[in-house]
């Protein structure tokens, strides 16, 4: 696994944990905070609106009370309250919605008059009982509907004091509660359902709910009786281990332990949270996405200098001394420190190959012009040439062609101290080589050229076919002891030059055969210095992609492979002009 991909994989887990328990952390406490909130805004809701019920009933209470102070009332003076009352009830009844009379006032026996029409005992009636045996300011009844208009009523009965204090009868309100349910069906949140329960746990009003239990009615009538909250709070109706619906309720003021009620369902409730804890869950993933993404950033720009000095590496691995890794000059880390360093010992490894090679070529260049001076050109080539035209003069034709090409292999060989030649002078080398040797063993040796004229001008290293055909006549074909074949080629492919020479000498077993490839690279007194030379002189000039290779079978022949890239003719002169 790349580096790149162990950091981008590396900070990607760090982040994504911190994430994790961000999102588990921050996010459930968000989510807690909004569930808080939801309940609390659904309470002050409830709380709100039955304030205004309960103002609203005190509103009533109070004219009641005003009506109980009138000088008639406290006297009792029938004369004068009836038409009062009937004025009153019906101002009230247009006012309030209740087509039945309004008021009713009465004696201490509970025979009330509403009408001359209609009158109503109520002596044996529970709010009536207490008002007359307490000192309660007035008592409410729990809600019924009227007989006459079926309108849900309520009737607070408020006991008449005469001046000395003394109960000489009653006010009878009844009351609609429309307003009330008004109130009630206002209350619109998540689809609830509103009603009006009594201390007895007896639902009134406005939407009542079909699809509340009776057990439930009870536990919410004692929990809201045992509220240590002043009567406000929650109750969640289960369904199997779940909640199914919570209702959320508040008492009343002006009541006897009325409460306003309102159901909702769990999945509505839990909306707002559902969408905030999605809309944590996408931030949390845009906040993973853009993690990723610059620590995947962050991860190539670690990564992607290594890789150029690994790049580097390879490349000088594989011989190429002309490569640089780049880095930059403004940073100071520890890549671009190993960068620098890196580039520093190339190019001390490539100044020290140029010293290597120039002392080298000095070095050969010295040794061949001490043989030259050794051996007069001049002299030697007039010598030839004088021998050649005696053995014409005496008719020995073959005499006189191995002489040319004797003079033509040293005119080739010193090439004037050039160490590039042109493959053509390089081929008319190795013919003139092989017509010697022909002639030398004329009953085991025969030879073919195959080269193709187009690449005349291609330049070369020379004398690099001539050891490597002399090894292929002395351990190839000598050994065979029978007529034998040598056959040198020249082709292109891919812009570079292949020479092939092939003998189908005695072979090679394919121990030796490896050892032989061994030595290539490295010097062995076993087998001498001629491949070693000519496959260490190509790649000190054209690199490691260049050199020998070798290919035998043991019984059938040998082949060695020269390659070397195509250089025009045009670089001969610069490089003969550096040697």
Known sequence: MKIGTKITILFTSCVTAVLIVFLVLAGSKIINSVNEMTYDLNTDVIESKALDAGLWLNQRISEIRIISQLEEIMNMDMEKIKPYIDRLNDRLSKLYGNDFGTFAVGSTDGLGWVSDELTIDISEREYFKEAMSTNAEYVISTPIVSHTDKAPIVTICYPIYNEEGIKTGFINGAISLKKISEIARSIDFYNCTSWIMDSEGNMYLAQKPDDILLEDINKLEEIIRTSPNTGVGSYNIMKGKKVDKVVFFTTIPNTRGWSLCSMVSAKELSRDKDRLAYTVLFIWVGMLIVSIILCTAVSRSISN????????????????????????????????????????????????????????????????????????????????????????????????????ALSNFFRISLSNGQEFIPLSQEMKHIENYLFIQEKRYEDILKFTIDFDSSLSDITVLKLIIQPIVENAIYHGIKPKLSSGNIEVSVYEINDYVYISVYDDGIGIDEEMLSELKLSLNIKNEKFGYGLYNVNQRIKLVYGENSGVELTSTLGEGTTVLIKIPITDKESINDKNSNC
Not at 337 to 358: P, Q
């Open 305 to 404: 200098p290594i890789n150029k000095l690994t790049k580097a590496i390879k490349r000088m691995e594989e011989g190429d001394l002309e490569v640089c890794c780049d880095v930059n000059v403004n940073s100071n880390d520890e890549i671009a420190i190993l960068s620098r360093s890196f580039n520093s010992m190339v190019n001390k490894i490539r100044f020290l190959m140029d010293r290597i090679y120039e002392e080298e070529k000095e070095k050969r260049s010295a040794e061949l012009m001490v043989l030259q001076a050794q051996i007069n050109p001049h002299f030697l080539y007039n010598t030839l040439d004088n021998l050649q035209w005696k053995a014409y003069d005496y008719d020995a034709v073959e005499i006189a062609e191995m002489i040319e």
